[in-house]
């Protein structure tokens, strides 16, 4: 199932001068509140997961203003 906005919203705060997603709530026991979400994946790309599904940063900031969901790949 896609993401919505409004859950990247809820769960994290998007800097857009510096591209860094950092987290509202903790979802997870290794996680915390403030802390800079994501990984670098083997590819070089940011990672975010979101409800056990793993999206890209990028595209979470390009589609984040959208209403519309935002598959992953």
């Known amino acids: 199932m896609p993401v919505s906005a409004s859950r990247v919203r809820e769960l994290f705060d998007y800097n857009r001068d510096s591209g860094l ?11 915390k509140v403030g802390e800079v979400a994501g990984r670098i994946n083997d590819k070089g790309y940011v990672v975010i997961k979101v409800d ?11 589609y984040g203003g959208m209403e519309s969901g935002l598959k992953a790949k």
């Open 21 to 31: 997603f950092t987290r509202k709530v903790r979802t997870a026991n290794v996680t």
């Open 52 to 62: 056990s599904i793993a999206y890209k940063a990028h595209r979470l900031a390009c």
